[in-house]
């Protein structure tokens, strides 16, 4: 059974910065890409930022995020993680992370492309 488990969220004040981390399990990671996207209620889920398969020589990331955020995977303690800097009150979301199968095709930024979901964490900044 495949899990993946998010971590590090909180409560940061503006300007402030978060590493979130999400730790899978019942899959062979390096397998996997791997995706972060935020859902405010009543919105949509977009898409963060997504790092490639393997090595995770390949990044994404949302043109309004990539100044701030950093996706990096470590294949061999399995996490994958999100830098957060200089957060801003707009980017309070619940942030999860998804997992896809490294020979997919489809857009890294589409939700629909990935098979496996986190629950997600609250992050929430204060202006």
């Known amino acids: 059974q495949v899990q993946l488990v998010e971590s590090g969220g909180g409560l940061v004040q503006a300007g402030g910065s978060l590493r979130l981390s999400c730790a899978a399990s019942?899959?062979?990671?390096?397998?996997?890409?791997l995706g972060w996207f935020r859902q405010v209620p009543g919105k949509e889920r977009d898409f963060v930022a997504a790092?490639?398969?393997?090595?995770?020589?390949?990044?994404y990331y949302a043109n309004s995020l990539k100044a701030r955020f950093t996706i990096a995977r470590d294949n061999a303690k399995n996490p994958v993680y999100l830098q957060t800097n200089s957060l801003m009150p707009e980017d309070t979301a619940v942030y999860y992370c998804?997992?896809?199968?490294?020979?997919?095709?489809?857009?890294?930024?589409?939700?629909?492309?990935?098979?496996?979901w986190g629950q997600g964490t609250q992050v929430t900044v204060s202006s």
């Open positions: 790092i490639t398969a393997g090595t995770g020589s390949s990044r």
């Open positions: 998804a997992a896809r199968f490294r020979y997919l095709r489809g857009s890294y930024e589409s939700w629909n492309e990935y098979h496996y």
């Open positions: 019942g899959l062979i990671f390096s397998n996997y890409a």
